[in-house]
T-cell receptor
Framework: ETGVTQTPRHLVMGMTNKKSLKCEQH?????MYWYKQSAKKPLELMFV???????ENNSVPSRFSPECPNSSHLFLHLHTLQPEDSALYLC?????????????FGAGTRLSVL | AQSVTQLDSHVSVSEGTPVLLRCNYS??????LFWYVQHPNKGLQLLLK??????LVKGINGFEAEFKKSETSFHLTKPSAHMSDAAEYFC?????????????FGTGTQLKVEL
């Protein structure tokens, strides 16, 4: 176990649904990240939170809405998604303060949009 | 801007033979480089990292990588492959982003290990 837990592990939703992905870390880190992993494409960074403030939004559509209520929890709220949003969504956490810090990843949520 | 190129999308080796997974990077600054592994239905696990100390870096499970600035390479090697090494491997470069760090991933190399 990496100390980063994501729920649910699998999610199937229609294009009109609203759902949320949850990430929790028990490592004492204060930076958290959302990534999207699609087939045949490199992992794409979506959002970065540092000390509970969003510091990077990588041109992600507004149908994805992140929330970081405290340094241990990160959410990704989903609404009116498209089939091309089907992917593995990975959460990670790290300490802040430099490029040498290791990011620890959760096992991901496999999302299917019908 | 930084980037990573993994030169092989698939590598197949026999159990007990050496493994070589190739990675070239581009970075404006002195880079931090990582190799991560992903087994099926699992998250990413760190194998090793280079952060400007020794150029030969040893990681978990017998893997190591050598940072070669002149060649802008960070190839991953293992002397003897094991069946459990079959997975996808990602070469990653890191840059600072606000308070966190921004990772740029390669497209991955799928390693197959045959008996």
């Amino acid at each position: 176990e990496t100390g980063v837990t994501q729920t649910p592990r699998h999610l199937v939703m229609g294009m009109t649904n609203k759902k949320s992905l949850k990430c929790e870390q028990h490592l004492g880190h204060n930076a958290m990240y959302w990534y999207k992993q699609s087939a045949k494409k490199p992992l794409e960074l979506m959002f970065v939170y540092s000390l509970e403030e969003r510091v990077e939004n990588n041109s992600v559509p507004s149908r994805f809405s992140p929330e970081c209520p405290n340094s241990s929890h990160l959410f990704l709220h989903l609404h009116t998604l498209q089939p091309e949003d089907s992917a593995l969504y990975l959460c990670a956490s790290s300490r802040t303060g430099g490029t040498k810090n290791i990011q620890y990843f959760g096992a991901g949520t496999r999302l299917s949009v019908l | 801007a930084q980037s990573v190129t993994q030169l092989d999308s698939h590598v197949s080796v026999s159990e007990g033979t050496p493994v070589l997974l190739r990675c070239n990077y581009s970075s404006s600054y002195s880079p931090s480089l990582f190799w991560y592994v992903q087994h099926p239905n699992k998250g990413l696990q760190l194998l090793l990292k280079y952060t400007s100390a020794a150029t030969l870096v040893k990681g978990i499970n017998g893997f190591e990588a050598e940072f070669k600035k002149s060649e802008t390479s960070f190839h991953l090697t293992k002397p003897s492959a094991h069946m459990s090494d079959a997975a996808e491997y990602f070469c990653v470069v890191s840059e600072f982003s606000g308070g966190g760090n921004k990772l740029t991933f390669g497209t991955g190399t799928q390693l197959k290990v045959e008996l």
